[in-house]
C-alpha cells in the first residue's frame, strides 16, 4: 500500500458546484496533514493544514478522520480559478518516533467550467 | 522577493554530464528540502536539512546524487552522469520547523532538467 492515496481525477465540475476529495495514508501514527495547491507548471502551494478537529477557511473545509486513516477536503461554490491539482500531504512518524519528512500523494485534478 | 529562489529555472544537458542545481531559502528557514517531480505525479522526497546537517535522504538518491548545505544558508544539488531517467522538476523547498509550528513548506519555482 502506498503511504499515500488519491484518486487522481479529472473531476469535471460547473462553477458554483460542491466537490470533495479523499487522501488515506497507510502509517497510523501520521501527525501532521495538510493540503497543496499546484497550478500548471507552477510549485505546490500550501492550501491549508488539516487540524484533528477539522477546519474551515472561507469556501475550503478540510477534515481528518484517523480511525480510517484519511483526510477531506471540501470545496463549496467552487470558482473557474479553483481549477488546479490539490495535493495531499502527510508527516509520518518514523521508526524511532521522530518526525518524518513529508509525503505527498500524486494529486487529485479539478477542473471548474462556466 | 524573499521567497524560496532556485537556479537555473531550466537545464537542458547531454546525457553523461554532470549538473549542479542551486537553492537559496527563506532566511530565517532552518530546513531545506529537495524534491524531485515528473509529469502527473506528486513531489518525490530527495533529502532534506536541518541547518547544515542532512538528515534524511531517500532510497530515491543514488550515488550520482549529492546535496549540501554548507554554511546551513543554500543548498546545492549535483546529478552526476545524468540519465534520461533523471529528467524532471527539481523542486527546492524551505519550513521553519519548531515543536511549536505546523510544518509548512514554501516551494521554490523548481528547476526543469531534460536530459537529451
Known amino acids: 500500500r502506498k503511504e499515500v492515496e488519491q484518486d487522481p481525477g479529472p473531476f469535471n465540475v460547473p462553477e458554483g458546484a460542491t466537490v470533495a476529495f479523499n487522501c488515506t495514508y497507510s502509517?497510523?501514527?501520521?501527525?501532521?496533514f495538510f493540503w497543496y495547491r499546484q497550478d500548471c507548471r507552477k510549485e505546490p502551494k500550501l492550501l491549508m493544514s488539516?487540524?484533528?478537529s477539522g477546519n474551515e477557511d472561507g469556501r475550503f473545509t478540510a477534515q481528518l478522520n484517523r480511525a480510517s486513516q484519511y483526510i477531506s477536503l471540501l470545496i463549496r461554490d467552487s470558482k473557474l480559478s479553483d481549477s488546479a491539482t490539490y495535493l495531499c500531504?502527510?508527516?509520518?512518524?518514523?521508526?524511532?518516533?521522530?518526525?518524518?519528512?513529508?509525503?505527498f500523494g500524486k494529486g487529485t485534478k479539478l477542473s471548474v467550467k462556466p | 522577493d524573499t521567497g524560496v529562489s532556485q537556479d537555473p529555472r531550466h537545464k537542458i544537458t547531454k546525457r553523461g554530464q554532470n549538473v549542479t542545481f542551486r537553492c537559496d531559502p527563506i532566511?530565517?528557514?532552518?530546513?531545506l528540502y529537495w524534491y524531485r517531480q515528473t509529469l502527473g505525479q506528486g513531489p518525490e522526497f530527495l533529502t532534506y536539512?536541518?541547518?547544515?546537517?542532512?538528515?534524511?535522504k531517500s532510497r530515491l538518491l543514488s550515488d550520482r546524487f549529492s546535496a549540501e548545505r554548507p554554511k546551513g544558508s543554500f543548498s546545492t544539488l549535483e546529478i552526476q552522469r545524468t540519465e534520461q531517467g533523471d529528467s524532471a522538476m527539481y523542486l527546492c523547498?524551505?519550513?521553519?520547523?519548531?515543536?511549536?509550528?505546523?510544518?509548512?513548506?514554501?516551494f521554490g519555482s523548481g528547476t526543469q532538467l531534460s536530459v537529451l
Open positions: 536539512f536541518q541547518n547544515e546537517a542532512q538528515l534524511e
Open positions: 532566511s530565517e528557514h532552518n530546513r
Open positions: 500531504v502527510v508527516i509520518p512518524m518514523n521508526y524511532g518516533g521522530s518526525q518524518g519528512n513529508l509525503i
Open positions: 502509517n497510523s501514527a501520521s501527525q501532521s
Open positions: 523547498a524551505s519550513s521553519l520547523a519548531s515543536r511549536e509550528t505546523n510544518e509548512k513548506l514554501f
Open positions: 488539516v487540524y484533528s
